[in-house]
């Protein structure tokens, strides 16, 4: 079985290769940092969508580092770029011990109820059977809700994925009402004495009024039918939407209490570094991300690595 690094290796292959693999070009064979040098790194780091302001903060540091101590070494400037990153990425939510990912789940609240929300096409109910497999394989007992009722296909495509994890759904016919589906899941879930409820949402534009309102009143429904749910709320980004992804997060923030994010598609993309700047500049965790299409593909995020492999 390969490593966690490997994966993340597998996962971030376009970004590193495309994008980061650019930086150890530019520093090889160079013993002196000039602005030009500076400069180039600053574009690449913008190029791999890290962001604007991440990128001068990084390239900041590293230009007060070589005024004060210079470097030997071409190894040791991209050592310091490495040691920036995972500063950035360390210094947000959740991210104190490496645990962000892992961290959120509480197993003395039963059922933990987890309600995943996000625009249409980011692979919501894809990582929704993802992340039941994960506790489904830690021993939990695990109950999705179905509350994506206006896609006809949307029950259908959710039961694939509960089979394939193992796991329970309860759904309702097409049309009904999203609210009431996520309340009759979670009083079955407290009867069924479940230990974890996924709730999937519809994928719906930041830009619909009225489709963010449902996301509110599945919200308000579940805090009625168990007075501190939902105690998660995951928003999935496209990864390969890039800088766009901040747009519809900070929307979606408006809207619901999120409490974490998974960025998927990883391993489609060059844009890998807009997981730096997703974390940072919404001051939110990252909890997971998807380096594949298979199974096991949902990885909890981890900062260290996830910079070790864009630069291995």
Do not use: C
Not at 33 to 49: H, K, P, R, S
Not at 119 to 130: H, L, S, W
Not at 200 to 224: P, Q, S
Request: proline share 3%.
């Amino acid at each position: 079985m390969a490593s966690i690094l490997e994966k993340f290796k597998k996962g971030l292959a376009k970004t590193r290769e495309g994008l980061f693999g650019e930086i150890t070009k530019l520093v090889k064979n160079k013993y002196t940092v000039d602005d030009e040098l500076l400069e180039q790194i600053e574009e690449v780091l913008i190029g791999a969508d890290l962001g604007v302001e991440t990128s001068l903060s990084v390239i900041e540091q590293l230009q007060n580092h070589v005024n004060r101590e210079g470097f030997n070494e071409p190894e040791e400037l991209t050592a310091f770029l490495k040691s920036e990153l995972i500063k950035h990425l360390t210094g947000s939510p959740g991210e104190e011990n490496g645990t962000a990912a892992t961290d959120f789940f509480n197993p003395t609240i039963k059922p933990f109820v987890v309600m995943v929300v996000g625009v249409n096409g980011t692979g919501k109910t894809t990582t929704i059977g993802k992340l039941a497999k994960i506790f489904h394989d830690n021993g939990q007992k695990v109950l999705l809700a179905a509350a994506d009722t206006f896609r006809a296909a949307a029950s259908e495509q959710l039961e694939i994925w509960a089979k394939r994890a193992g796991v329970d759904v309860v759904r309702t016919q097409a049309g009904g009402d999203p609210a009431a589906v996520a309340f009759d899941a979670l009083k079955a879930a407290i009867a069924r004495e479940v230990d974890v409820l996924i709730v999937d949402t519809a994928g719906r534009l930041h830009t619909k009024v009225n489709l963010m309102e449902e996301l509110k009143k599945i919200n308000r429904v579940l805090g009625k039918a168990m007075e501190t749910a939902p105690h998660e709320v995951l928003l999935t980004l496209d990864a390969s939407t890039g800088q766009n992804a901040l747009l519809q997060a900070k929307e979606f923030k408006e809207t619901v209490p999120l409490t974490g994010l998974v960025v998927t598609k990883l391993d489609g993309t060059a844009k890998g570094g807009m997981v730096l700047t997703v974390q940072s500049q919404l001051d939110l965790p990252v909890r997971f991300v998807g380096l594949g299409e298979s199974m096991d593909d949902l990885k909890p995020f981890d900062s260290k690595t996830f910079v070790e492999a864009l630069f291995q």
